[in-house]
């Protein structure tokens, strides 16, 4: 029996890495015989450079920064030959930096994540992979782009209060931004396929999540509104509505604005750099899972290219989450500590999936 476990983090309690190790050591007591292969993965968002670094080595740096609130800390970025770098927004910019307490997407500021950028650019990298998974921001990249020093003006009045004031900004200027970076090449690893703007869009899909109540939606997307037509007074329009530039609160819209780039799926960058095709039909069982399962799941996430794949090669899977929203037919599903309030799977999350894998392999 051989048995791949590809999982994605469980954001805010368990990462890959920890699920693999946790279930590694479960199947390997149980069953001594089968052969157990871990591949932590990503769609983009945490875990995303460890995945990269898994196959194609590079070197961590760390470097000053701010979190999404405007805290000093530290935060990495992968350095690799030929200067190019990988970075993820969730690294500074990510929703587990903040406390549930303090999380508001009106607030929270993607500044941090344009400091590391900005450090990578001066230090003369010139091709930055951007993972754009798992950010507390709905700023729509303007406070990556402010680290970077573009101007934002309502009138003649500059706002430096950015995104707090975005609603009011009509018009932007980058300074030497174009000057400086004009060469910058950049790939936006997006987790989700979500157009800006919309019902199915970054604020309507994701800011709940990252604090918003739902009487304040309608606000938030009135700002995002707002910086589009900022954008599109400046610059040359880009379309809101393709899909991926809701990403990461809107990250992928704001810098395409200033950046030749482009936008790929964060589980195809990674599926190809580790031949995820070949080891997916070579398995008799693959065993993935993320926090929660839900419709998002379903567009572009990790666990839907996996449910995928292993369809397209006939390979059974084993979906391991800690809340259950939505359904795969055709895939084994285990939900992690089902009776038990969120805050408490949380905490005991490496407990609760040694101990649900336990009595699923059981003998």
């Known amino acids: 029996m051989k048995v791949l476990l590809l999982p994605d983090s ?5 990462s890959a890495y920890e699920f693999c190790r946790s279930a590694r050591e479960v199947i390997e007591k149980l069953h001594p015989d089968w052969q157990v292969e871990a591949l932590p993965f990503s769609d983009g968002g945490e ?21 999404a609130l405007g805290r000093p800390m530290v935060a990495r970025v992968l350095l690799l030959p030929g200067m190019e770098a990988v970075m993820e927004m969730a690294e500074a910019s990510g929703l587990t930096r903040l406390e ?4 508001s ?11 590391l950028f900005k450090h990578l650019v001066e230090a003369g990298y010139r091709r930055i992979t951007l993972g754009l998974g798992g950010t507390a921001c709905n700023d729509g990249g303007a406070g990556f782009l402010k680290a970077l020093g573009m101007k934002f003006y309502f009138g003649n009045q500059e706002l430096t209060e950015i995104p707090q004031f ?5 018009r932007v200027e980058p300074g030497n931004l174009l000057s400086s970076h004009a060469d910058v090449q950049v790939i936006m690893a997006s987790d989700v396929q ?8 970054a604020t309507h899909t994701f800011a709940l999540q990252k604090g918003a109540l739902p009487e304040e939606l309608e606000l938030l997307e009135g700002r995002m509104e707002a910086w589009r037509r900022a954008l599109h007074r400046s610059r040359v329009p880009v379309d809101a509505q393709l899909p991926g530039m809701g990403a990461a609160g809107g990250m992928a819209f704001g810098l395409s604005h200033f950046y030749p ?3 790929q799926s964060g589980f195809e960058l990674l599926a190809e750099h580790h031949q995820l095709s070949d080891r997916v039909r070579s398995a008799d069982l693959v065993i993935s899972g993320e926090g929660c399962l839900d419709a998002s799941s379903f567009m572009g996430k990790l666990t839907g290219r996996v449910f995928k794949l292993c369809q397209e090669q006939s390979t059974k899977l084993l979906l391991v989450c800690g809340q259950i929203q939505a359904e795969m037919p055709g895939a084994s599903t285990l939900c ?4 038990l309030s969120l805050e408490e799977r949380m905490s005991k999350a490496s407990e609760l999936l040694k101990q649900s894998l336990r009595d699923y392999f059981q003998p």
Not at 52 to 67: K, M, R
Not at 100 to 103: C, D, G, L, P
Not at 336 to 339: P, R
């Open 10 to 14: 469980f954001k805010g309690s368990l």
């Open 166 to 170: 975005l609603s009011l900004v009509d």
């Open 100 to 103: 549930s307490w303090e999380r």
């Open 47 to 67: 875990g995303f450079m460890e995945a990269w670094h898994a196959t194609q080595h590079g070197q961590f740096s760390e470097l000053p920064t701010v979190d």
């Open 261 to 263: 780039m482009r936008l």
């Open 194 to 201: 979500l157009p800006l703007l919309g019902a199915q869009g």
């Open 105 to 115: 997407p009106f607030l929270a500021s993607s500044y941090g994540s344009g400091l």
């Open 336 to 339: 992690l500590g089902k009776h």
